[in-house]
């Protein structure tokens, strides 16, 4: 399994932009699917961008498209979110995971499909 642990959460304004990065511990990282989820109080995690191991393919939610941009550096272990014009509805816990299998560009991931997580950083954007 893969060790991850996020980080660059904060409070920001409407309209401003943050950047998550997730450090992942372990051998397999450069071979994993990775993606980011979303949790608000009360609701359930929400996919919010993937991507495939080499880098070369990522897919978004429609939610966050056009406005977040996934990437990773596999000589670093590390992988982020970009998050740009940013909205009060952005406001969750963001969490890092990672999975053994890479869909499509228009798949819709879930939870279940990845197997390793981070504890999650806090996202507020205030209004």
């Known amino acids: 399994q893969v060790q991850l642990v996020e980080s660059g959460g904060g409070l920001v304004q409407a309209g401003g932009s943050l950047r998550l990065s997730c450090a992942a511990s372990g051998r397999t990282f450069s071979s994993n699917t990775m993606a980011w989820f979303r949790q608000a109080p009360g609701k359930e995690r929400e996919f919010v961008a993937a991507i495939r191991w080499s880098g070369d393919l990522t897919a978004y939610a429609d939610s966050v498209k056009g406005r977040f941009t996934i990437s990773r550096d596999n000589a670093k272990n590390t992988v982020y979110l970009q998050m740009n014009s940013l909205k009060p509805e952005d406001t969750a816990v963001y969490y890092c995971?990672?999975?053994?299998?890479?869909?499509?560009?228009?798949?819709?991931?879930?939870?279940?499909?990845?197997?390793?997580w981070g504890q999650g950083t806090q996202v507020t954007v205030s209004s």
């Open positions: 995971a990672a999975g053994q299998r890479w869909y499509s560009t228009s798949f819709n991931y879930s939870p279940s499909d990845f197997g390793s």
